[in-house]
T-cell receptor
Framework: GQNIDQPTEMTATEGAIVQINCTYQ??????LFWYQQHAGEAPTFLSY??LDGLEEKGRFSSFLSRSKGYSYLLLKELQMKDSASYLC??????????WGAGTKLIIKP | NAGVTQTPKFRILKIGQSMTLQCAQD?????MYWYRQDPGMGLKLIYY???????DKGEVPNGYNVSRSTTEDFPLRLELAAPSQTSVYFC?????????????FGPGTRLTVL
């Protein structure tokens, strides 16, 4: 079966750095997405990786290793508004998105 | 430009009732999706459509039906509502199915079946 694993919850301090990991086992791979979802709201796009390596976009970076079935989202200079769930999703061989359950990130002052 | 709109925002149904969740988009995207999200769970694909007149089942289609008569609209029909269908329902659109093209989500419909 297809499986995406992420930690359920993480806590970090305002101004710090946090890394959210995602491991996947899917039938085929056509890219990996990270989405942010604030409580009670819809997911919004953060990043897309299809090749190995690091993609940097402001305070957020995303890394992919296809051989290891592994990705992480790195958030720097954490702000209170970063408190949200972060969803990892893999585009499988049928171009369907397979979603992880999400990691709830709690930021403390 | 409204993007993706969903109605209603909230709804309470009794067991056995039926309803239609509306989804409309003004981005001229061919691909549209219906997901459900249960608390603490990832999104599960119910149905999707690659264009007007074409629909297909996703991972959890039982108890639901869809139609796509126009590019803009993709309604989701619940027949004989059951408590297991209590969830948040998201509609999403996408310009292309592959590559870096992201999905754009509507604000969601929160459905409770009692």
């Amino acid at each position: 079966g297809q499986n995406i694993d992420q930690p359920t919850e993480m806590t970090a301090t305002e101004g710090a750095i946090v890394q959210i990991n995602c491991t996947y086992q899917t039938s085929g791979f056509n890219g990996l997405f990270w989405y942010q979802q604030h409580a009670g709201e819809a997911p919004t796009f953060l990043s897309y990786n299809v090749l190995d390596g690091l993609e940097e976009k402001g305070r957020f970076s995303s890394f992919l290793s296809r051989s290891k079935g592994y990705s992480y989202l790195l958030l720097k200079e954490l702000q209170m508004k970063d408190s949200a769930s972060y969803l990892c999703a893999v585009l499988d061989s049928n171009y369907q998105l397979i979603w992880g359950a999400g990691t709830k990130l709690i930021i403390k002052p | 430009n409204a993007g993706v709109t969903q109605t209603p925002k909230f709804r309470i149904l009794k067991i056995g009732q039926s309803m239609t969740l509306q989804c409309a988009q003004d981005m001229n995207h061919n691909y549209m999706y219906w997901y459900r999200q249960d608390p603490g769970m990832g999104l599960k694909l119910i149905y999707y459509s690659v264009g007007a007149g074409i629909t297909d089942k996703g991972e959890v289609p039982n108890g639901y039906n869809v139609s796509r008569s126009t590019t803009e609209d993709f309604p989701l029909r619940l027949e004989l509502a059951a408590p297991s269908q209590t969830s948040v329902y998201f509609c999403a659109t996408q310009r292309l199915a592959g590559g870096a093209d992201t999905q754009y989500f509507g604000p969601g419909t929160r459905l409770t079946v009692l």
